[in-house]
């Protein structure tokens, strides 16, 4: 088990597509694009781009955005992680190196990921509305909410701190999806989303960064985008969990807090 | 009148605000060369010496005429950390001396019932720990299974007094520089058990610290030469909160932190405690354990995890009080027939509320 979970960490480290911070250069996205949250200390915190005169979102864009979201947190970093523990598993299982095999560990780690989240939904039925889209042939994984929609894409072609976002390339489709244009028809509610995700060696799990794209951009680019943040693990509803003592039925043995027929009384609680 | 004991007490007097002999001998203004005599006994201590001592600290002039119980050291535990200072140790001591002979007192005025809890003898291994913890449930009559509604009430009514510990002139959030969290006595089978912690942070600490404290009273009043002490009350305050077949059950899956905070909400146990308790019975290995505790730390949840966990309030000391004095009392009534300062006191028996009236307020 131990030596399992070293040499998954020893293949992250020589896989540039699962993490190692690789200096990025010219394609580094300007600072004002990055969460301004480390990656390890995630919270709700949206970075508007305040340099990017295209710039759209406003604070209610982000309510409504964080609200959609906010259900959704919990499930899916749970099957992200499960994903990426799969694809790991499969590559030390079958003694596959990463450079026979490059891309093919996020090829698995997609897969898994519809999988582990079609799983979700059947058994928690708890994706807080969300729903799986229908399977595509190179298996990508996006999520629906109404009119919203959350594309989930691995950081490329290297991985730095800042999980940049693929540019969306030639392909129509994926262009059209980049400059949003259901913004205007349905506002915040027709967000197109990128959730990039992969495996953060910071904190030794998965970590996803939500961008909403304003248009496209090209390979060294900045990304266009107007929404950014680090999606939390927690959902806020699970941060106002507490636990409250109670000393309901605990009687002190003193003269005058017992009642009649309490001396002696027999009988437990928590 | 003084007595030969009366510079001893002068000298708790001292541990027990934090001060100097310099600092006494200036706000009574004698000499340090007279204090350090009287308090080493080699010269007799005066009626105006002690007057002068009293009215100097604010301490009611019966302290001098009390002394605090013979507490064997070996009965004595702390819960704190390796870098806590000799000098704050010494001073939690006199603080707690203190408290044990006031609380002794009220309880026996009281006929309050001595414990009742499972003694551990000889050797001890790691599956006795268990079972010990197990029986200690049953002592302080707390259902076998499931989380501990009110560790510390559940204690009081068994005969273990719990008191909250804060030095004075230091405040709650200061507590932590100073490096202890917890103390306690059991003398012997046949006198009381009186448990501190410090009053500063989070609920999940203090019934940690309180259920470690337990283990003291339960593994090591009866034994004396222990290997690693602190490492064995550490393993009762795990089973004690989080019995064995549960942790099993916790751990039979792989959580995630998520998972670990809704239990942590259940359980009332911090999720660090948690973790520890799934690695101390080899439930999750090394590496695991390693990696949430990186985690942790990468959110700064080291130090402020999320998930409150509402502090318990001890009730038993100040109702003993009321049970003595009639209710309502004066504070600093009582302090006079006590031999202890008001200020005192009020810390160690705060009217049930008033804590969670003040965090209201601020």
Redesign the interface.
């Given at each position: 088990m131990v030596a399992d979970m070293a040499k998954r960490l020893d293949a992250h480290s020589i896989d540039g597509r699962h993490g190692v911070h690789i200096p990025f250069g010219a394609r580094q996205p300007g600072p004002s694009q990055v969460g301004a949250a480390t990656p390890g200390q995630r919270s709700w915190k949206c970075e508007n781009r305040r340099d990017n005169i295209t710039a759209m979102a406003t604070p209610e864009d982000w309510t409504i955005v964080k609200d959609a979201l906010s259900p959704l947190c919990e499930p899916l970093y749970r099957c992200a992680d499960r994903s990426q523990e799969l694809a790991d598993d499969h590559f030390i299982l079958h003694g596959m190196e990463h450079e026979e095999h490059p891309g093919g560990r996020a090829h698995l780690a997609r897969h898994h990921l519809r999988s582990e989240l079609k799983k979700e939904l059947k058994k928690e039925k708890k994706l807080g509305g969300w729903l799986v889209s229908r399977p595509r042939p190179n298996g990508e994984v996006t999520l629906t909410l109404g009119t919203m929609t959350l594309r989930m894409l691995r950081p490329g072609p290297t991985v730095v701190e800042t999980f940049p976002a693929p540019p969306p390339g030639r392909n129509r489709a994926r262009v059209y999806y980049y400059r949003n244009p259901e913004l205007t028809l349905f506002g915040p509610a027709g967000s197109k989303l990128i959730g990039i995700w992969a495996f953060d060696p910071e904190v030794e799990e998965v970590a996803i960064r939500v961008v909403r794209p304003v248009r496209e951009w090209r390979f060294g680019q900045y990304e266009q985008v107007d929404i950014n943040f680090w999606l939390p693990r927690l959902s806020e509803d699970m941060a106002k969990l507490e636990f409250v003592p109670s000393d309901e039925g605990i009687v002190l043995p003193l003269p005058d807090e017992l009642e009649e027929g309490d001396e002696g009384a027999d009988g437990t609680d928590g | 009148m003084p007595t030969a004991l009366t510079g001893e007490r002068i000298r708790s007097v001292r541990q027990l605000l934090g001060i100097s002999q310099v600092d006494l001998a200036d706000a009574a203004s004698v000499s340090q060369s007279l204090i350090s005599q009287v308090e080493n006994g080699t010269k007799e201590v005066s009626e105006e010496l002690v007057q002068a001592v009293a009215a100097a600290t604010g301490t009611p002039r019966s302290f001098f005429d009390f002394m605090p119980p013979d507490i064997p050291l070996g009965t004595l535990r702390f819960r704190k950390l390796a870098s806590a200072r000799q000098g704050d140790t010494k001073r939690v001591k006199a603080l707690f001396d203190e408290a044990f002979r006031v609380v002794a007192e009220l309880l026996d005025n009281?006929?309050?019932?001595i414990p009742n809890l499972p003694v551990a003898v000889g050797e001890v291994s790691q599956d006795e720990i268990e079972l010990l913890a197990a029986r200690t449930r049953?002592a302080l009559?707390?259902?076998?299974e499931?989380?501990?509604?009110?560790?510390?009430?559940?204690c009081?009514?068994a005969g273990i007094a719990i008191v909250p510990i804060t030095l004075p002139n230091v405040d709650d959030d200061e507590t932590e520089a100073v490096g202890h969290f917890g103390v306690s006595c059991w003398p012997s089978r046949d006198e009381p058990a009186l448990i501190g912690y410090f009053s500063g942070g989070p609920?999940?600490r203090h019934r940690y610290t309180i259920a470690h404290e337990i283990g003291h009273l339960v593994l090591h009043s009866n034994r004396r030469v222990i290997k690693d002490p602190e490492a064995e009350a550490n393993r009762f305050a795990g089973a004690l909160l989080v019995p064995e077949p549960h942790a099993r059950e916790i751990f039979s899956v792989p959580v995630?932190?998520?998972d670990l905070?809704?239990l942590?909400?259940?359980?009332?146990v911090s999720v660090q405690a948690l973790i520890m308790r799934g690695s101390q019975l080899g439930l999750i290995?090394?590496?695991?354990k390693g990696?949430l505790f990186?985690?942790l730390?990468?959110?700064?949840w080291r130090k402020s995890e999320?998930?409150?966990?509402?502090?318990?309030e001890p009730?038993?000391v100040w109702?003993?009080l009321g049970?003595r004095f009639g209710e309502p009392f004066a504070y600093s009534r009582v302090a006079e027939s006590l031999g202890l300062q008001a200020v005192i006191l009020r810390s160690l028996a705060p009217t049930p509320g008033s804590r969670r009236s003040l965090a209201n307020l601020s």
């Open positions: - | 009281a006929s309050y019932p049953e009559l707390i259902d076998a499931g989380p501990i509604k009110h560790l510390t009430r559940a009081e009514r609920g999940d995630t932190l998520s905070l809704r942590k909400a259940y359980w009332g290995d090394e590496h695991r990696s990186k985690q730390s990468a959110r700064g999320p998930v409150t966990v509402h502090r318990e009730a038993l109702r003993l049970h």
